[in-house]
């Protein structure tokens, strides 16, 4: 699959669009959802709550193992994806789409894109 350009990439294969408002849409990448296999649940945080650029915010599981979802951005979560409370395989089926995880009003847009991967230099680092 091509890495969609539009967004940036974290190293731990989470991709960030900032939407027309500022705010931020997150989501983990085809190459992320490949290697976890059949996504089986999702736990991600309250709706209101501040996450930490850096810092987990989540819990990723599948048929093969359970990972940490890491902060791309620092700011307050505006939305979750609760259609993935009943179906969580939509991650693996559309990770760059209805897959998203949650959306971040981050604290400093100007700086939120600034520190992440192209989808270039995402490709160089997972390409090998």
């Keep these: 699959m091509t890495t969609p350009d539009d967004r ?8 960030v669009v900032t939407n027309d408002d500022g705010t931020c849409t997150v989501g ?8 976890l296999g059949e996504i089986t649940y999702v736990d991600l945080p309250d709706k209101g709550e501040r996450v930490t ?13 359970v990972s940490d979802l890491y902060t791309p951005v620092t700011g307050e979560v505006l939305e979750i ?11 693996n089926e559309d990770p760059y789409g ?6 971040i009003r981050p604290d400093d847009p100007a700086a ?8 270039g230099q995402y490709d160089e680092r997972h390409s090998t």
Excluded: C, M
């Design 8 to 15: 940036r990439y974290t190293a731990e294969h989470q991709w």
């Design 28 to 35: 983990i990448t085809w190459f992320a959802q490949d290697e």
């Design 53 to 65: 650029a850096g810092e987990t915010y989540g819990v990723i599981e599948s048929i093969k193992t």
């Design 81 to 91: 994806n609760a259609v993935l409370a009943d179906e969580p395989t939509l991650v």
């Design 98 to 103: 209805q897959g998203w995880l949650i959306r």
């Design 112 to 119: 939120a894109a600034g520190a992440l991967l192209t989808a």
